[in-house]
């Protein structure tokens, strides 16, 4: 996926935000340098740098999820939003999917691949606990929102009185139930979990492509299951392409065209599927969604629970992760490779976008961008009324402003506990090794 030249990905707090890289390269010693035959060889060890084509590809990346998240009202209602939503599906999330098992390390010998899986952890369940806070006292304080009744509708009745007696009470349940845009914390803390019993694999790759459709087509596992083994086979990728040193980036302008063509040619596909095969009984999402995203049991593709309509489905599944990574190999060249001003700098504190973008839909709500509900707040998920002219340009200059702002330097410090927690406050210093006798 990435440069992978002598190089070893040091796991940082998390890898959304980290991706450090200390070069396993040495200089050697020239002859005059050595004392004797038997001296050892001067070294002198390369300095740590970072990966700016991931800090680059998170920096778009988090900008076009804030885009479907923050454009969701108008799918259905805006022509753009709704095939863009479509579009993005094929490689938001591979690529991210890509990037974070490249990161990660299935040796968990090291003390710090430890406590860099009990950071994400930690970073999930704080960023959890932020929005069942919201949702439970703050949304419902803001009647005049029509965000708030969007999030309280469409994503909060689990945690809320509006569907279960008990959905405002605290329970283990509000933390195995991530909130809608944190789906993916949540699945990236059970694939470091998973990652090093799955790499004593014999063909650990393999094994997570056969793996993922079987899951989602004939035990009909649902969420968090579907998505969390729907992107396995391409967080498993990252892994081994960082293990065997696969380098698969390469620099020439002619490997970027190929790219963009791609990208272009594999976002088409779930925009034809969204304009050829709308139906009712799909809904909003319909079947484009359900293939691209993972996002639910697939049953609506071919309206049968029968062995020929799940076979058919598991093939569909099988070739899915194919597409994708056809567009994550595109995207992964399309963007800049080295450092880049803003872009490199703000990429590096994408996880504070990702977490806390659904703030700022506060903002273009009372605004007007959204339009209005119908003078009732939502009682189901349906969309707004009246949607201004004007509403759509608005939202797409406010999506890049809001990124640019929580990714800012000076926002991180405000987000940092959240985004960057200080587990080490709680966790034991590590044992020094035994000095040899």
Not at 107 to 126: C, E, F, R, T
Not at 373 to 391: D, E, H, L, R
């Amino acid at each position: 996926m990435v440069p992978a030249a002598q190089v070893d990905v040091e796991v940082g707090p998390n890898d959304m935000t980290e991706n450090r890289v200390e070069a396993t390269e040495f200089a050697d010693a020239s002859v005059a340098e050595v004392a004797s035959p038997a001296a050892k060889p001067l070294t002198v060890p390369v300095a740590k740098t970072r990966m700016f084509v991931m800090d680059n590809a998170k920096f778009f990346l988090t900008i076009g999820v804030v885009g479907t998240h923050l454009g969701g009202p108008f799918i259905g209602n805006v022509g753009f939003y709704s095939y863009y939503q479509a579009a993005t599906f094929v490689f938001l999330m591979p690529v991210y999917a890509c990037i974070s098992g490249y990161c990660s390390s299935p040796d968990l010998s090291n003390v710090k691949k430890i406590d860099g899986v009990i950071k994400v952890i930690a970073i999930y369940i704080l960023a959890q606990t932020f929005y069942l806070i919201l949702i439970r006292y703050v949304t419902p304080l803001m009647p005049g929102s029509l965000w708030g009744s969007i999030l309280y509708a469409c994503n909060g009745p689990r945690f809320t009185n509006a569907n279960f007696p008990d959905g405002a009470y605290w329970k283990l349940g509000d933390w195995l139930s991530p909130f809608f845009q944190l789906w993916y914390l949540f699945d990236l803390a059970v694939w470091r979990l998973m990652l090093p019993f799955w790499s004593r694999l014999r063909y650990p790759l393999l094994a997570a492509v056969l793996w993922g459709p079987f899951v989602a087509t004939f035990w009909k596992s649902g969420d968090p299951w579907e998505t969390i083994f729907g992107y396995w086979p391409l967080y498993i990728l990252g892994v081994q392409a960082k293990q065997h040193k696969w380098n698969f980036l390469k620099p020439e302008v002619k490997y970027r065209l190929v790219g963009f063509v791609l990208v272009c040619a594999t976002s088409l596909l779930p925009v034809l599927v969204r304009a050829f095969t709308m139906d009712e009984r799909t809904g909003p999402m319909n079947i484009n969604g359900e293939i691209w995203h993972y996002a639910g049991a697939l049953q609506d593709f071919c309206y049968g629970d029968g062995y020929k309509c799940m076979s058919i489905t598991y093939l569909v599944r099988l070739l899915v992760p194919g597409v994708q990574l056809i567009a994550v190999w595109g995207f992964l060249h399309v963007i800049p490779h080295g450092e880049v001003r803003i872009i490199s700098s703000y990429g590096e504190r994408s996880l504070a976008n990702y977490i806390f973008h659904p703030v700022s839909g506060f903002v273009v709500s009372w605004v007007g961008v959204y339009g209005s509900n119908g003078g009732q707040p939502f009682a189901k998920c349906t969309g707004p009324y009246g949607i201004p002219s004007w509403g759509p340009v608005v939202l797409g200059l406010f999506i890049i402003l809001q990124s640019l702002f929580w990714m800012s330097p000076w926002v991180w410090k405000v987000v940092r506990p959240i985004c960057d927690p200080p587990i080490q406050w709680i966790l034991q210093p590590p044992r020094k090794p035994l000095e040899s006798a």
